[in-house]
């Protein structure tokens, strides 16, 4: 059974930046290639929706359009931590971000493809 826990979201101008941490547990990924981690938010009155995945033990990486080239996803195999880094934040990033951990061979960006999740944590961009 993993458990995921977020951190590091909070309010921040437009323009900034934030960090958002998502600490594993419950089983190692290492050694493992078909572990993937992903990042989804959740904005309000919207749907979920895919940002971000990384395949643990390659780091290959995928992300949605609208944050390419402002936001980077990385993993820290000692930690068993997933990382999101957000530049360049908008107000339309105002979500509530959560990491997924998916058991499987191929990276998915359908939020039923995921085995678990964590609680979600706030990020708020004021203009």
């Known amino acids: 059974q993993v458990q995921l826990v977020e951190s590091g979201g909070g309010l921040v101008q437009a323009g900034g930046s934030l960090r958002l941490s998502c600490a594993a547990s419950g089983r190692t990924f290492g050694g493992y290639d078909y572990w993937h981690m992903g990042w989804f938010r959740q904005a309000p009155g919207k749907e979920r929706e895919f940002v971000a995945v990384?395949?643990?033990?390659?780091?290959?990486?995928y992300y949605t359009d609208s944050v390419k080239g402002r936001f980077i996803i990385s993993r820290d195999n000692a930690e068993n931590t997933v990382y999101l880094q957000m530049n360049s934040l908008e107000p339309e990033d105002t979500a509530v971000y959560y990491c997924?951990?998916?058991?499987?061979?191929?990276?998915?960006?359908?939020?039923?493809?995921?085995?678990?999740w964590g609680q979600g944590t706030q990020v708020t961009v004021s203009a």
């Open positions: 990384i395949k643990w033990n390659s780091g290959n990486t």
């Open positions: 997924a951990a998916r058991f499987g061979s191929t990276w998915r960006i359908s939020e039923s493809d995921y085995n678990a």
